[in-house]
């Protein structure tokens, strides 16, 4: 196999991967909304395996390009130029991972900021639930308070 199919195969196989983040993170907005939180565990463990799967294809990559000499930090754009005959497979697989990446950091922030928005909500409502009611005879401190709170804020 010659380098350029090698780097071919490592990029289609890292791009299937990106392929199926970026659908996970669209799924997981829907499941975030639904407040679905055991899908959601679901979810995120398929993501944390796609993310070391990722991890052994960039290691792949690294000692694939280690091998034929070429720097490890060399960026892909700068070793698929070096193909001038013939590199629009490469390019086109390129453009599509970065398109995808765009995609997937996009959703993420949705996703996170939705995820924030819950978080919030949950906050005042138990705010609200462990908050000391308040005396109806204003500013008389010899009247004692109803306990009707759920949790004792005190500490």
């Known amino acids: 196999m010659t380098f350029k199919e090698e780097l ?15 659908d996970l993170s669209f ?3 829907d499941i ?3 407040n679905n939180v055991q899908e959601l565990e679901e979810i995120t463990r398929l993501e944390e395996v ?5 991890a052994l294809l960039e ?13 490890i930090n060399t ?11 013939d590199n629009k497979i490469l390019t086109n697989i ?3 991972m970065t398109n995808i990446m765009e995609e997937l950091s996009l959703r993420n922030k949705v996703n996170n900021d939705l995820i924030m928005e819950n978080l919030d909500w949950v906050d005042f409502n138990m705010n609200l639930i462990t908050s000391s009611p ?5 500013g008389n401190k010899d009247v004692k308070e109803n306990g009707n709170s759920i949790f004792d804020r005190k500490v």
């Open 8 to 22: 071919e195969e490592i990029l289609n196989k890292e791009l299937r991967i990106l392929i199926e983040l970026r």
């Open 27 to 29: 799924k997981k907005t």
């Open 32 to 34: 975030i909304i639904s």
């Open 50 to 54: 796609l993310v070391n799967q990722m």
């Open 59 to 71: 290691e792949e990559r690294e000692r694939f390009l280690d091998t034929w000499g070429v720097a």
């Open 75 to 85: 960026p892909i754009s700068f070793v698929i130029e070096k193909f001038p005959e």
């Open 94 to 96: 390129k453009e599509e």
């Open 134 to 138: 308040m005396s109806p005879n204003y």
